[in-house]
Protein backbone atom coordinates (compact mmCIF):
# COMPACT_ATOMS: atom_id res chain seq x y z
CA UNK A 1 0.00 0.00 0.00
CA UNK A 2 2.92 2.42 -0.72
CA UNK A 3 2.03 4.61 -3.68
CA UNK A 4 -1.93 5.41 -2.58
CA UNK A 5 -1.96 5.21 1.10
CA UNK A 6 -0.54 8.44 1.52
CA UNK A 7 -3.41 9.97 -1.37
CA UNK A 8 -6.17 8.84 0.89
CA UNK A 9 -7.20 11.74 2.72
CA UNK A 10 -10.77 11.75 2.14
CA UNK A 11 -13.14 13.88 3.84
CA UNK A 12 -14.87 10.66 5.64
CA UNK A 13 -13.64 9.62 9.09
CA UNK A 14 -13.54 6.18 11.11
CA UNK A 15 -14.44 3.02 9.92
CA UNK A 16 -15.85 4.22 6.74
CA UNK A 17 -12.69 6.27 5.83
CA UNK A 18 -10.22 3.26 6.64
CA UNK A 19 -12.78 1.04 4.35
CA UNK A 20 -12.10 2.78 1.94
CA UNK A 21 -8.19 2.90 2.41
CA UNK A 22 -8.30 -1.14 2.51
CA UNK A 23 -10.25 -1.44 -0.84
CA UNK A 24 -7.38 1.65 -2.38
CA UNK A 25 -5.11 -0.34 -0.98
CA UNK A 26 -6.03 -3.32 -3.42
CA UNK A 27 -4.97 -1.04 -6.39
CA UNK A 28 -1.17 -1.49 -4.90
CA UNK A 29 -1.34 -4.92 -4.05
CA UNK A 30 -2.99 -6.52 -7.48
CA UNK A 31 -3.30 -3.48 -10.14
CA UNK A 32 -6.18 -2.60 -11.83
CA UNK A 33 -8.60 -5.64 -10.78
CA UNK A 34 -8.03 -4.05 -7.49
CA UNK A 35 -9.59 -1.23 -8.69
CA UNK A 36 -12.58 -2.86 -10.38
CA UNK A 37 -13.21 -5.17 -6.77
CA UNK A 38 -13.09 -1.76 -5.12
CA UNK A 39 -15.87 -0.32 -7.39
CA UNK A 40 -18.13 -3.66 -7.01
CA UNK A 41 -18.03 -3.15 -3.32
CA UNK A 42 -18.76 0.42 -3.80
CA UNK A 43 -21.82 -0.31 -6.00
CA UNK A 44 -23.28 -3.20 -3.49
CA UNK A 45 -22.23 -0.63 -0.38
CA UNK A 46 -23.62 2.50 -1.54
CA UNK A 47 -21.87 4.79 1.58
CA UNK A 48 -18.21 4.16 -0.33
CA UNK A 49 -17.57 6.78 -2.26
CA UNK A 50 -16.77 6.34 -5.98
CA UNK A 51 -15.57 10.02 -6.23
CA UNK A 52 -12.85 8.92 -3.55
CA UNK A 53 -11.70 5.44 -5.77
CA UNK A 54 -12.28 6.26 -9.30
CA UNK A 55 -9.44 9.31 -9.13
CA UNK A 56 -7.15 7.28 -7.05
CA UNK A 57 -6.95 4.56 -9.86
CA UNK A 58 -6.29 7.61 -12.39
CA UNK A 59 -4.11 8.93 -10.32
CA UNK A 60 -2.22 5.41 -9.63
CA UNK A 61 -2.46 5.10 -13.80
CA UNK A 62 -0.65 8.25 -14.26
CA UNK A 63 1.95 7.02 -12.00
CA UNK A 64 2.74 4.42 -14.38
CA UNK A 65 1.18 1.40 -12.13
CA UNK A 66 -1.06 0.63 -14.60
CA UNK A 67 -2.45 1.85 -18.17
CA UNK A 68 -5.52 4.29 -18.02
CA UNK A 69 -7.46 1.96 -20.37
CA UNK A 70 -7.10 -1.00 -17.63
CA UNK A 71 -8.50 1.47 -14.78
CA UNK A 72 -11.20 2.36 -16.74
CA UNK A 73 -11.94 -1.29 -18.10
CA UNK A 74 -11.78 -3.07 -14.57
CA UNK A 75 -14.09 -0.31 -12.77
CA UNK A 76 -16.31 -0.84 -15.40
CA UNK A 77 -16.40 -4.28 -15.36
CA UNK A 78 -16.38 -3.34 -11.62
CA UNK A 79 -19.25 -1.06 -11.60
CA UNK A 80 -21.13 -4.28 -13.82
CA UNK A 81 -20.61 -7.25 -11.18
CA UNK A 82 -22.08 -4.82 -8.25
CA UNK A 83 -24.49 -4.33 -10.14
CA UNK A 84 -25.82 -7.77 -10.99
CA UNK A 85 -25.16 -8.70 -7.88
CA UNK A 86 -27.70 -6.46 -6.33
CA UNK A 87 -29.87 -7.06 -9.65
CA UNK A 88 -30.25 -10.57 -8.26
CA UNK A 89 -31.22 -9.51 -4.99
CA UNK A 90 -34.05 -8.23 -7.05
CA UNK A 91 -34.79 -10.60 -8.95
CA UNK A 92 -35.11 -12.68 -6.42
CA UNK A 93 -37.17 -10.69 -4.19
CA UNK A 94 -39.78 -9.98 -6.99
CA UNK A 95 -42.82 -7.91 -7.11
CA UNK A 96 -44.67 -10.37 -4.78
CA UNK A 97 -42.91 -9.83 -1.58
CA UNK A 98 -43.04 -6.09 -2.33
CA UNK A 99 -47.05 -6.64 -2.41
CA UNK A 100 -46.64 -8.17 0.38
CA UNK A 101 -44.56 -5.87 2.24
CA UNK A 102 -46.82 -2.73 1.43
CA UNK A 103 -49.82 -4.55 2.37
CA UNK A 104 -48.45 -4.54 5.82
CA UNK A 105 -46.64 -1.33 6.29
CA UNK A 106 -48.33 2.32 7.35
CA UNK A 107 -48.89 4.08 4.41
CA UNK A 108 -48.31 1.69 1.88
CA UNK A 109 -50.84 0.40 -0.50
CA UNK A 110 -50.24 -2.42 -2.97
CA UNK A 111 -51.14 -0.19 -5.51
CA UNK A 112 -48.02 1.70 -5.02
CA UNK A 113 -45.96 -0.91 -5.66
CA UNK A 114 -47.91 -1.64 -9.02
CA UNK A 115 -48.26 1.80 -10.30
CA UNK A 116 -44.13 1.65 -9.35
CA UNK A 117 -43.40 -1.20 -11.29
CA UNK A 118 -45.34 -0.26 -14.34
CA UNK A 119 -43.43 3.18 -14.46
CA UNK A 120 -40.15 1.21 -14.10
CA UNK A 121 -40.83 -1.50 -16.91
CA UNK A 122 -42.03 1.31 -19.34
CA UNK A 123 -39.22 3.93 -18.42
CA UNK A 124 -36.61 1.32 -16.94
CA UNK A 125 -33.78 1.45 -19.48
CA UNK A 126 -33.61 5.14 -19.30
CA UNK A 127 -33.74 5.15 -15.64
CA UNK A 128 -30.68 2.62 -15.30
CA UNK A 129 -28.72 4.40 -17.61
CA UNK A 130 -28.92 8.12 -15.70
CA UNK A 131 -29.29 6.31 -12.71
CA UNK A 132 -25.73 5.68 -12.57
CA UNK A 133 -24.82 9.13 -13.00
CA UNK A 134 -26.72 10.13 -9.67
CA UNK A 135 -25.05 9.41 -6.00
CA UNK A 136 -27.03 6.94 -4.11
CA UNK A 137 -29.69 5.76 -6.74
CA UNK A 138 -26.25 4.65 -9.12
CA UNK A 139 -26.41 1.40 -6.83
CA UNK A 140 -30.02 1.22 -5.70
CA UNK A 141 -31.73 1.61 -8.80
CA UNK A 142 -30.16 -1.99 -10.27
CA UNK A 143 -33.02 -3.48 -7.53
CA UNK A 144 -36.59 -2.67 -9.21
CA UNK A 145 -34.56 -3.70 -12.47
CA UNK A 146 -34.29 -6.83 -11.09
CA UNK A 147 -37.83 -6.82 -9.36
CA UNK A 148 -39.29 -6.34 -12.60
CA UNK A 149 -37.05 -8.79 -14.52
CA UNK A 150 -35.37 -6.42 -17.08
CA UNK A 151 -34.16 -8.79 -19.81
CA UNK A 152 -30.72 -9.40 -18.40
CA UNK A 153 -28.95 -8.16 -21.87
CA UNK A 154 -30.85 -4.90 -21.58
CA UNK A 155 -29.96 -4.59 -18.45
CA UNK A 156 -26.29 -5.03 -18.91
CA UNK A 157 -26.16 -2.83 -21.76
CA UNK A 158 -27.26 0.17 -20.03
CA UNK A 159 -25.94 0.12 -16.86
CA UNK A 160 -22.47 -1.07 -18.70
CA UNK A 161 -23.03 2.17 -20.75
CA UNK A 162 -23.41 4.59 -18.12
CA UNK A 163 -20.79 3.33 -15.46
CA UNK A 164 -18.24 3.36 -18.51
CA UNK A 165 -19.18 6.89 -18.99
CA UNK A 166 -19.04 7.56 -14.99
CA UNK A 167 -15.87 5.50 -13.81
CA UNK A 168 -14.05 7.40 -17.70
CA UNK A 169 -14.80 10.76 -16.42
CA UNK A 170 -13.69 10.37 -12.60
CA UNK A 171 -10.25 8.56 -13.16
CA UNK A 172 -9.41 10.95 -16.13
CA UNK A 173 -9.53 13.58 -13.11
CA UNK A 174 -7.61 11.69 -11.28
CA UNK A 175 -5.02 10.53 -14.39
CA UNK A 176 -5.01 14.67 -15.07
CA UNK A 177 -5.49 16.20 -11.61
CA UNK A 178 -3.02 13.90 -9.85
CA UNK A 179 -2.74 15.11 -6.51
CA UNK A 180 -5.46 18.02 -6.93
CA UNK A 181 -8.08 15.68 -7.56
CA UNK A 182 -9.81 16.23 -4.04
CA UNK A 183 -10.92 19.23 -5.47
CA UNK A 184 -13.23 17.70 -7.60
CA UNK A 185 -14.43 15.28 -4.16
CA UNK A 186 -15.93 18.40 -2.26
CA UNK A 187 -18.64 19.06 -5.55
CA UNK A 188 -19.65 15.46 -5.56
CA UNK A 189 -20.15 15.88 -1.36
CA UNK A 190 -22.63 18.99 -2.60
CA UNK A 191 -24.59 16.58 -5.16
CA UNK A 192 -25.00 13.67 -2.61
CA UNK A 193 -26.34 15.72 -0.63
CA UNK A 194 -28.78 17.85 -2.89
CA UNK A 195 -29.63 14.32 -3.34
CA UNK A 196 -30.43 13.27 0.00
CA UNK A 197 -32.18 16.13 0.61
CA UNK A 198 -34.53 15.52 -2.59
CA UNK A 199 -35.49 12.17 -1.44
CA UNK A 200 -36.21 13.32 1.83
CA UNK A 201 -38.62 16.18 0.63
CA UNK A 202 -40.22 13.84 -1.75
CA UNK A 203 -40.84 11.14 1.15
CA UNK A 204 -42.38 14.02 3.44
CA UNK A 205 -44.60 15.16 0.54
CA UNK A 206 -45.67 11.46 0.05
CA UNK A 207 -46.72 11.11 3.75
CA UNK A 208 -48.25 13.95 3.81
CA UNK A 209 -50.71 13.33 0.85
CA UNK A 210 -51.32 10.00 1.80
CA UNK A 211 -52.08 11.31 5.46
CA UNK A 212 -54.43 13.93 3.89
CA UNK A 213 -55.94 11.34 1.45
CA UNK A 214 -56.33 8.67 4.55
CA UNK A 215 -58.25 11.57 6.84
CA UNK A 216 -60.71 12.33 3.91
CA UNK A 217 -61.78 9.48 3.20
CA UNK A 218 -62.51 8.31 6.75
CA UNK A 219 -64.60 11.79 6.24
CA UNK A 220 -66.99 10.72 3.51
CA UNK A 221 -67.27 7.39 5.39
CA UNK A 222 -68.75 8.77 8.58
CA UNK A 223 -71.91 10.26 7.04
CA UNK A 224 -72.37 6.83 5.12
CA UNK A 225 -71.92 5.00 8.76
CA UNK A 226 -74.14 6.90 10.76
Given amino acids: MHLLQATTTSGSDGWLSGLVDWLVGLMDLIGPVGAGIAIAAENI ?22 AIWEAILWTTIGSLAGALLLYGIGAWFGVKRLVWIAERVPLLRADDVHRTVAWFEKHGPVAVFFGRFVPIFRSLISIPAGVVRMPLWKFALYTGG ?65
Fill in 162 to 226: GSLIWNTIFVLVGYFLGESWHVVEQYMDIAQNVVIVVVVAAVAVFVWLRVRQILRDRRERQPREE
Fill in 45 to 66: FPPIPSEAILPLAGLAASRGSF
